[in-house]
């Protein structure tokens, strides 16, 4: 049995001796082990079934460990850091040859970030060592906010969740890296790309595997609920092309009231973008647990934190 506690000693007990413990954090919880322990970081692969070509984000408690990751940390990173950290941007920079291979997957940059919530900030403060975690879920699945969803998917195979209530951004966190200088965000997320661009101004974005061989994750297909997922503008006409079908809606306005639907989640009733980001991964749990048919999600406006829920529907869809 998967023990879900607060307990910080305990946490800490368990990633000293080169096991794993999932971890909250503002956007979803990760499952995290020392990033210098070969061991710990093998583990974090087999349970999540990931490919080892996919690169995993060291989270630190204090600005200055940078320096013991990165080789470089050039001005607009620390400037975007100096704003967004503690929070949900991570940083890829040129790595130091201390971090192992394992975590960047061969690659000569490091993806850093310092979660924004008090516990596991204060677990990252105890360890002597920095901690790996990809977001705590079977690879492709959809990303846990709660931890009761951690251990839906681990019980009985993880130790322990540290238990620090629900994620409140509730998506992941965005990435930036840098070319030639410029800065290139390669995963939309909590952080919006108008919010970045107020610190550093224009950036370009290249969150595919085409257009972003250097973020190995950007995978076509991720975020995915077991129930067929479907994105779309106009939800009154694409039931109707599903009459026979059980249909849960995700919608995040009030204006369509009268579907003929039992299963109805709304992201936001008040077209806030955040509470929808918040909302959506706990809404999709839900809808997955109901033996649907299908889900039907309300494409959402496309900008702004809009822009980062459409992009991971967008993946659920595949
Ligand atoms: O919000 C988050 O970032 C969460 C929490 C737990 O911190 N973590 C998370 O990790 O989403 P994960 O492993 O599910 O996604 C990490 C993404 C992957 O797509 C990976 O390819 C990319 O970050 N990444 C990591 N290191 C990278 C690097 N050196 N270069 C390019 N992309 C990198
Ligand atoms: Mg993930």
């Not at 890829?92 to 310092?114: C, E, F, H, Q, S």
Request: glycine share 6%; with cysteine.
């Amino acid at each position: 049995m998967t023990l879900v506690s607060k307990d910080l000693l305990k946490a800490s007990e368990i990633l000293n001796r080169e096991e794993l413990v999932a971890i909250p954090t503002e956007t979803v919880y990760g499952l995290a082990g020392n990033i210098y322990s070969d061991t710990a970081i093998k583990k974090i692969f087999e349970m999540k079934k990931r490919p080892f070509f996919n690169p995993l984000i060291v989270h630190i408690h204090s600005v200055e460990q940078v320096k013991d990751l990165a080789v470089d940390f050039p001005e607009k990173a620390q400037q975007l850091a100096k704003v967004f950290w503690p929070g949900s941007l991570t940083l890829i920079l040129p790595k130091n040859d201390t971090v192992p291979d394992l975590i960047t997957a061969g690659n000569n940059t490091v993806g850093i970030r310092m979660p924004d919530h008090a516990l596991t900030l204060e677990l990252l403060k105890n360890l002597p060592f920095p901690l790996a975690a990809p977001s705590a879920n079977p690879f492709t699945h959809i990303s846990p906010t709660k931890a009761q969803h951690v251990k839906n998917y681990f019980d009985g195979k993880l130790e322990m969740v540290l238990d620090g209530g629900n994620c409140a951004n509730g998506i992941e966190s965005t990435i930036v890296g840098f070319e030639n200088d410029e800065p290139v965000v390669y995963r939309l997320g909590s952080i919006s790309t108008e919010e970045i661009e107020k610190v550093i101004g224009n950036v370009s974005v290249r969150n595919n595997k085409e257009q972003a061989p250097n973020a190995p994750g950007m995978l076509e297909k991720h975020y995915s609920p077991r129930t067929k997922t479907y994105l779309v503008q106009d939800i009154t006409d694409f039931i109707k092309q599903h009459p026979e079908k059980k249909i849960g809606l995700l919608l995040h306005s009030t204006d369509h009231k009268n579907f003929n639907v039992s299963n109805v989640i709304y992201l936001t009733k008040t077209g806030n973008l955040k509470e929808a980001a918040s909302n959506l991964y706990s809404a999709m749990h839900k809808m997955d647990q109901l033996d649907l048919d299908m889900i039907i999600a309300q494409r959402l406006p496309n900008y702004d934190l809009g822009q980062s829920i459409n992009d991971r529907l967008e993946r659920a869809t595949k």
